[in-house]
């Protein structure tokens, strides 16, 4: 996520940094693993969401399935805090 962020915002205007960026987004959202935290490696693990997953104390059961995706159920997810103006 760190270097996620670095791409958005030092490196944003790179074509490099772009393709970063979207590769992220990839891993996240067309994740085809049902269990992308697993003990041991194995080929179908996707290791960029299980990272994710891992920083919002989050499981494999936290997974919904959409078509042929297994995404993080957004409802999982902490709140973020109340905006004031």
């Not at 989050?58 to 297994?70: G, K, M, P, R, S």
Request: hydrophobic fraction near 40%; aromatic fraction near 8%.
């Amino acid at each position: 996520m760190q270097e996620y962020a670095i791409n958005c915002v030092s490196q944003s205007h790179l074509k490099s940094a772009r393709e970063k960026r979207q590769e992220f987004f990839r891993a996240i959202l067309l994740n085809e693993s049902s269990e992308p935290i697993a003990n041991a490696p194995a080929p179908d693990v996707n290791p960029l969401l299980a990272d994710v997953m891992r920083y919002f104390h989050l499981t494999n059961t936290d997974l919904v399935a959409v078509d042929n995706y297994f995404l993080m159920d957004v409802n999982k997810l902490p709140a973020l805090p109340a905006q004031t103006s």
